[in-house]
């Protein structure tokens, strides 16, 4: 028997079968913050940009705010809340599968 050398340039493995990619979630772009805007808990219109969809507070990966920002915003976002200027929690009606 002749020994027949292995091409490793044809070699491809094969991708596991469980592994998929997950689809890139879309952001909305960053609401900047002017000089002249305050956060302040009765902005209600500037602090609408940094809530998601379900009322939650956005992460500092998506704002682009600073440290410093972010903390204030999330204080005024809290004492918003308690006020009842901002909803706690968003109810969606799910649909019934069966």
Do not use: C, H
Request: aromatic share 10%; no cysteine.
């Amino acid at each position: 028997m002749s020994k027949q050398s292995f091409d490793f340039k044809r070699y491809k493995p094969e991708a596991p079968s469980g592994s998929r990619k997950r689809p890139l979630k879309k952001f909305k772009k960053p609401i900047r913050i002017k000089s002249e805007d305050q956060i302040n808990y009765k902005n209600v219109s500037l602090i609408n940009g940094f809530i998601s969809q379900r009322a939650k507070i956005l992460s500092r990966k998506v704002t682009k705010l600073t440290w410093k920002q972010q903390r204030l915003m999330s204080v005024a976002i809290k004492r918003a809340r308690i006020l009842s200027l901002l909803p706690f929690i968003v109810k969606t009606k799910f649909k019934k599968l069966y």
